[in-house]
């Protein structure tokens, strides 16, 4: 994933680092959503100006995120959720998690830019959600299905899985999925289906050409794995050295 594709963390990441986060969110009347973008954005602040004076040329959109990229942000939104709920009454059982999460963030900013941050030398974006349409008339079986999308670069890079669509087919059939206009330099695209309770799998034996669309009318295939986003291409760190990954 990109640092420009949206939307990186969700409540369940901040979970993961804190129990107790939703009771203090619920308690304090703080937005989470809210909180997870402003987060991202501050971060985004700080890695602009970094790329500007190490890698002229690159931006956001070049910056993949890693796992310690995305810890880093988790870590400065919880950061800014203790900051809220202490400020709002001056209530010192969030001033020491605060204090905490504060320091840690400051770290983590420091570890990440020392250990490199990861960029992609040929950057493709996450899908838009796909157009889907459900016939009567096919092979698949009654169910509720999930349906997601991903660009293939003439590169071979592969973005990011669109969000996913759910369709019902209330009595089987078919689903017919187009999705859409690709970013530039676009050699195909990949789908992916699954039960709504399960993992979309890729359908496709290779990459479909682009302005066509895909008719899935037969039982769903879980033999195909990948392809998973394409990862950093390198990493620009602190030191101004530029280190292939």
Known sequence: MLFS?????GIDDLREHDNF??????TEAIELNSKLSVAQREIGYELTSFLRTRCPGTDLGNVVVTGQLRDLLVIHTLSAIYRDAYNLHLNDRYLGRWREFTKASERGLLRLLHNGVGMAAVPVPQAEKPEVVASG????IQGTYSVQVAWQHV???IGEKSTSVATDLPTGGAL???PGVGPSNTFGWHVFIGFQDGEPKRQNEAALPVGIS???AADLRFDLAG?????PDYYVRNSGQIARG
Do not use: K
């Open 21 to 26: 986060v939703l009771d203090v969110a619920s």
């Open 5 to 9: 594709d949206g939307i990186i963390l």
């Open 137 to 140: 008339q096919g092979g698949l």
């Open 176 to 178: 017919t999925i187009d």
């Open 227 to 231: 392809p998973d986003a394409t990862g």
């Open 155 to 157: 590169t071979g890079n």
């Open 214 to 216: 895909w008719t899935q």
